[in-house]
């Protein structure tokens, strides 16, 4: 247990920030998933929607120190290679 008045502090304020990133984290799985969902699903105006959501959130949460800026660019980029899929397969000859 912390004795001094400033560590008494510091653990205040880490239990405090830890509560901010755990639902950051939430906010940012959550628009992942709906990101995924919409890619699933084959509507490319959602898709694209929630994609740059997406890309958004990682990009504000790795500025935040929440995920390592690495990390967000290679969801992102796993992000756009299901997007570029999605359009080719839709702009397809044939696909209608």
């Known amino acids: 247990m912390a004795h001094s008045l400033s560590a008494k502090k510091r653990i205040r304020q880490n239990i405090k ?4 990133n755990r639902a950051r984290r ?3 799985r ?6 995924r969902e919409a890619l699933g699903g084959g509507d490319a105006v959602a898709a694209e929607r ?6 958004k ?19 992102k980029s796993r992000l756009a290679k299901h997007m570029n899929a ?4 839709s702009s397809a000859p044939g696909s209608a």
């Open 17 to 20: 920030q830890r509560g901010l």
């Open 26 to 28: 939430a906010v940012l």
């Open 30 to 35: 959550k628009r992942l998933r709906s990101c």
């Open 50 to 55: 929630s994609f740059r959501d997406a890309c």
């Open 57 to 75: 959130a990682l990009d504000r949460e790795a500025s935040r120190g929440i995920l390592h800026r690495k990390a967000a660019a290679r969801r």
């Open 86 to 89: 999605m359009k080719a397969a």
